[in-house]
């Protein structure tokens, strides 16, 4: 008997893209026509030094909504990271008011947002228990152990710090901060390990299928640990570069953070369900943020809550495309 | 043959769960280069034995040698990397990774650290073509059709350097073509060697494909046989342990009669119906009483049909007529306040609420079509539930258990029940029978053929064309999205005639099985 051959499959012109990169796509047009408008608007907008500010504006943003990320691409989620954010910079100010060695400064402050991390993602797998409680958990715990330091904000004085917040580094005419190399390395180093690192592969197969991929002998429970960790790590560098930022430490700073980065990630085109995503899409979203509020300084008649207007209506578009895309795949 | 050593020795195995004893002192075993079939109805123990083997469950008693060792393995992963692989009826691969990666997930090749995406495109290409399939490998899994995937876990599961492959019912979602693939890679893995442990509810693969066959049934060991030795009905009787002139008994008194039920207005009628990119515009008159049987393989549109006729999917052409008066019916509430109802081909999804209670599964329609303010009294839902756990012998036969503590078989009754319980003019039942066992599968054929007495209209679904024929009055044939034949099911109507309707035109005689 004959068989008819399987696997038939039309082929694809050149000029289509395939359907997992349209979301990016998607933002990466927007940003353009954004940008697009800011240069015809605006004539100062077209010096690069614009796009340079962005970056220097949101490093700690970017840094953060790069943990994001891998929890959202296993399906997770993980609302403790402005609170994370927020102790990460505490704790620094204070250690820094009490004299103590910079390094030590920076290697205890990069600790607490990992542990914590790790402690939730221990709860979320053993106890299998929905992420978003228990890093609600963690946001309240955390912004508690902000006010308990100290209730009012404490300023860094020390001379590493004021460096960090202060150097130049230039290019050209412009200049970019510190802040932006480490977010920018954070990026890449984040890149590799979704694409090029078994970690990075199996957050992906997770979030597609976390039975299939408990039954294709994946480590499913030290990779959804894994990335709760990471995503404090990044809280953590975000922490001390937003400490660089504003040269102090205050309690009530980053509140509502989580929710910019969560918008950010979504907006780069990474599916709250988890599985499909990537760190450039998540790049793109913070950029899509920085040039909004851009935009909105430019014109200087509107209200910065017009940030927020913009981002809601855009976070709207985003997952009904995501929504168009998933549809059409069926 | 008997001085060979075979590679897998299961003995004595029991397996209790609590108020069940799903598996009592079962022996099997496994020889190299051999399809061995597993065979049972739902609730033998077959799922249970496979589990034991591939240590998602622990057992109480017995011991499991594989290559002469004793092994006990701490779950599939494990099992998996001793060279005993899994391949499940329901895919299980990540469908928005590339197919390459569903291959190698876990063992990618590595190049200083990174995983080299170069090489494991090209691994995996190699190890689809031993299997004679060539497809882009860099292409999501998920936009390849579940044929495709199936293969893609046969792959993987055989590119672990398996010496046992367990095939668990791989076949149940796939048509004619697709099988008749599947089963030439089995041999061909069989002959390099492998032992493959075959599930599956269809005797003709397992005639076709199968050296050796174990029965089961309700966890104990019936026999093992070697293929050649056990004919059919034999085999069935070993299945079911009754003897099994039920079926024939089905024939004579279904005592089918196309000229009665023609008679008279139709109940429901397709006028040109249609809908763009599912099903090319077709005319279908059901009367009340009639089995109209709708043939035809996977991804003909039979399914498609149904959903226009309950509403699932709107029509953008042509009209419905339900007694005598043109109709348009939007959704499945429109649907049900004219008494149609859709027993869905897949009760796990779109079909049964798992942890629900088998009362609280049957209600829901009826608590549907009453509207939430007045809801059944507690005494009259216990009574119609018990009534209809009896009429359909749902085992076991407690109200109050969830669902999805229920083997297939059963399930499917629990959704025909609760569909009954609101005592529609038209049933539809797409593949009611898939997947569950031949008991369960004649108690359900008989209850068609009753209901259509009792003036039921029938629109039913399958891809069986033998049960197709046995309930029907009249077969509608699908092919290519298109309504191509109406068979009045007389005499002359054989599987024969009606394959060819299926097969007319392009399609070559791709079928052997149906």
Redesign the interface.
């Known amino acids: ?4 051959p ?2 038939v ?1 039309a082929d694809r012109a050149w000029w289509r893209v ?3 990169h349209v979301p990016v796509l998607a933002t990466f047009v927007l940003l353009l026509v954004m940008y697009g408008v800011g240069v015809s608007q605006y004539r100062a907008f077209s010096n690069i030094q614009v796009v340079f500010n962005i970056f220097i504006d949101n490093g700690f943003l970017l840094v953060v909504a790069v943990g994001m990320t891998f929890v959202i691409l296993t399906g997770g989620i993980d609302l403790s990271v402005g609170s994370v954010v927020a102790m990460t910079a505490m704790v620094s100010a204070s250690l820094l008011r009490d004299g103590v060695n910079p390094a030590l400064v920076l290697v205890v402050a990069l600790l607490i947002g990992p542990t914590l991390g790790f402690a939730m993602g221990c709860v979320i797998h053993f106890f299998d228990i929905q992420p978003f409680i228990v890093t609600l958990a963690g946001m309240f715990f955390a912004r508690g152990m902000c006010t308990w330091i100290s209730s009012t904000s404490i300023p860094i004085t020390e001379g590493f710090w004021t460096s960090a917040a202060q150097e130049r580094i230039r290019i050209g005419e412009n200049f970019v901060s510190v802040s932006v190399l480490i977010a920018l390395a954070v990026v890449g180093v984040a890149a ?1 390990t979704l ?4 970690l990075g ?2 957050v ?2 997770i ?3 976390p ?3 408990l ?4 480590p499913v429970g030290r990779t959804k640990i894994a990335v709760y960790t990471i995503s404090g790590l990044c809280s953590a560098v975000g922490g001390i570069l937003l400490s660089f930022y504003t040269l102090s430490g205050a309690p009530l700073i980053a509140v509502g953070m989580e929710l910019d980065v969560i918008a950010a990630v979504v907006i780069g085109g990474t599916l709250l369900t988890g ?2 995503g990537y760190v450039f899409g998540t790049v793109l979203g913070v950029l899509v943020l920085g040039v909004i509020q851009t935009l909105i300084t430019f014109d200087g008649t509107l209200s910065s809550w017009w940030t927020k207007i913009v981002i809601g209506a855009l976070l709207f578009a985003f997952i009904l495309l995501q929504r168009l895309v998933g549809i059409r ?1 069926k | 043959m008997s001085q060979r050593h075979p590679v897998l020795t299961m003995t004595a195995i029991s397996k209790h769960f609590p108020g069940v004893r799903a598996l009592d002192g079962v022996d099997f075993r496994l020889f190299p280069g051999e399809v061995h079939a597993l065979m049972g109805e739902n609730g033998a123990g077959k799922s249970t034995l496979i589990k034991v083997l591939t240590g998602v469950y622990g057992t109480d008693a017995g011991t499991i040698t594989l290559d002469g060792t004793q092994v006990s393995f701490t779950g599939p992963m494990q099992a998996a990397a001793a060279g005993v692989s899994t391949v499940y009826q329901e895919v299980n691969l990540c469908t928005n990774l590339s197919v390459a990666e569903n291959i190698f997930i876990g063992r990618e090749p590595r190049r200083g650290g990174a995983i080299n995406w170069r090489q494991m495109r090209r691994q995996a290409q190699e190890a689809l073509a031993r299997l004679d399939l060539h497809i882009d490998v860099s292409e999501l899994l998920g936009s390849y059709s579940l044929a495709v995937q199936q293969m893609v876990a046969i792959a993987r599961a055989v590119d672990v350097q398996a010496r046992v492959l367990i095939l668990d019912e791989p076949t149940s979602s796939l048509d004619a073509d697709e099988v008749a693939q599947l089963l030439r890679i089995m041999r061909q893995l069989r002959d390099q060697g492998i032992a493959i442990l075959f599930v599956t509810h269809f005797l003709d693969q397992v005639y076709g494909i199968a050296d050796r066959i174990t029965v089961l049934r309700n966890g104990r060991l019936v026999g093992e046989y070697l293929t050649a030795d056990l004919p059919q009905l034999a085999l069935v009787e070993k299945m079911i342990g009754k003897e099994l002139d039920a079926l024939e008994q089905l024939d004579s008194e279904a005592g089918k009669d196309p000229a009665r039920v023609a008679e008279g207005s139709p109940l429901v009628e397709a006028d040109g119906l249609g809908r763009s990119g599912a099903v090319a515009p077709f005319s279908l008159t059901i009367h009340a009483g009639e089995v109209v049987g709708m043939a035809g393989l996977l991804g003909s549109g039979r399914t498609e049909v149904a959903r226009l006729f309950f509403g699932a999917d709107r029509a953008d052409k042509g009209q419905l007529v339900v007694d005598g008066k043109p109709t348009t019916i939007r959704n499945p509430i429109a649907a049900i306040d004219r008494d149609i109802a859709f027993c869905s081909e897949n009760r796990r999804t779109e079909g049964l609420i798992g942890e629900l209670s088998v009362r609280e599964n049957i209600i829901l329609a009826m608590q549907a079509a009453r509207g939430w303010l007045r809801p059944v009294p507690r005494r009259k839902q216990d009574e119609l539930v018990q009534r209809w756990i009896e009429a359909l012998s749902i085992r076991p036969a407690d109200p109050e258990r969830p669902v999805r503590n229920l083997s297939g078989g059963n399930q499917q009754k629990v959704l025909l029940a609760r569909w009954l319980i609101t005592e529609p003019r038209l049933l539809i039942l797409d593949e009611p029978t898939r997947g569950i066992d031949i008991g369960a599968k004649t108690e359900i054929q008989r209850l068609v053929a009753q209901l259509s007495d009792g003036g039921m209209a029938v629109l039913f679904i399958s891809a069986e064309l033998e049960e197709v024929l046995r309930l029907s009055h009249k077969v509608a044939v699908m092919r290519d999205r298109q309504l191509v034949a109406q068979l009045t099911n007389d005499e002359s109507l054989d599987a024969d005639r009606v394959m060819r309707a299926i097969a007319s035109g392009a399609r070559q005689e791709g079928l052997e099985k149906a």
Do not use: C, D, E, V
């Open positions: 008997m004959t068989t008819t399987l696997a499959r395939p359907q997992r590799f694409a090029y690192t078994r592969r199996n992906y197969a979030g597609g299928n039975q299939s991929a039954l294709m002998g994946l599985g499909s795949k």
